[in-house]
């Protein structure tokens, strides 16, 4: 189980840390991702981390402004938003990606575990 919560409403330029805590089984040699889908639109990716952390991707949209970072002792991975602007406002979603030799974090069929997401909107 997969719980994404630290969503919220925040003004153009500020900050949140959204938080996808698991339970039921450990995550630790998964490697995770966060996704979020807008009104209307498809899900699309938004960062990902490998399972020992030593690994980070993220969308062009993003990189500068978001930070992927897990803690395997809590069971927890972490999305530090910063400079939120209202084309970020979405449903956040974290997933976890069971080992395979050749993942591609970027794509959401990869995932085998999902979150039920935290809405984050972002005023102008």
């Known amino acids: 189980q997969l719980q994404a919560f630290g969503g919220g409403l925040v003004q153009a330029g500020g900050s949140l840390r959204l938080s996808c805590a698991a339970s039921g089984r450990t995550f630790s040699s998964y490697a995770m991702g966060w996704f979020r889908q807008a009104p209307g639109k498809e899900r699309e990716f938004v960062a990902a981390?490998?399972?020992?952390?030593?690994?980070?991707y993220y969308a062009d949209s993003v990189k500068g402004r978001f930070t992927i970072s897990r803690d395997n002792a809590k069971n927890t991975v972490y999305l530090q938003t910063t400079s939120l602007k209202p084309e970020d406002t979405a449903v956040y979603y974290c997933?976890?990606?069971?080992?395979?030799?050749?993942?591609?974090?970027?794509?959401?069929?990869?995932?085998?575990?999902w979150g039920q997401g935290t809405q984050v909107t972002v005023s102008s």
């Open positions: 997933a976890a990606d069971s080992p395979r030799a050749t993942p591609d974090l970027r794509s959401i069929y990869e995932y085998d575990y």
């Open positions: 981390i490998s399972w020992s952390g030593g690994s980070t």
